[in-house]
């Protein structure tokens, strides 16, 4: 068996690119999940979601906006190119209570 081909330096920059794509992807995604689950997510003897959105004040409706931004360019990267993934998300965002922003930055669940 003859020994396998070494890659030039322009298919390992192309490997590395690929890979890293999605690996940027899944890295945001994470990040994203633990943040969401942090701020909704009940544990026993632990803070609220409510005490959580008091406790961040005005700055509450700010955070909830961007991590839209961000759950939507996630999805956009997602595609249909991965309907579990996109089906992972979506399942993690209906976890997610009816909330109001309020004009002071505040949120409050409804």
Request: overall charge negative; charged content about 25%.
């Amino acid at each position: 068996m003859a020994p396998p081909t070494p890659q030039s330096p322009l298919e390992k920059d192309v490997g590395v690119l690929r890979g890293s794509a999605l690996q940027i992807t899944s890295n945001l995604l994470r990040d994203w999940e633990r943040a969401f689950n942090r701020l909704w997510k009940t544990y026993p003897d632990g803070p609220t979601a409510a005490d959580r959105l008091a406790e961040l004040g005005p700055d509450a409706a700010p955070l909830l906006a961007r991590s839209e931004r961000l759950v939507a360019f996630i999805l956009s990267e997602i595609g249909d190119d991965n309907p579990e993934l996109k089906n992972r998300v979506l399942s993690v965002l209906s976890q997610k209570p009816a909330t109001t922003s309020h004009a002071d930055g505040t949120v409050t669940i409804d």
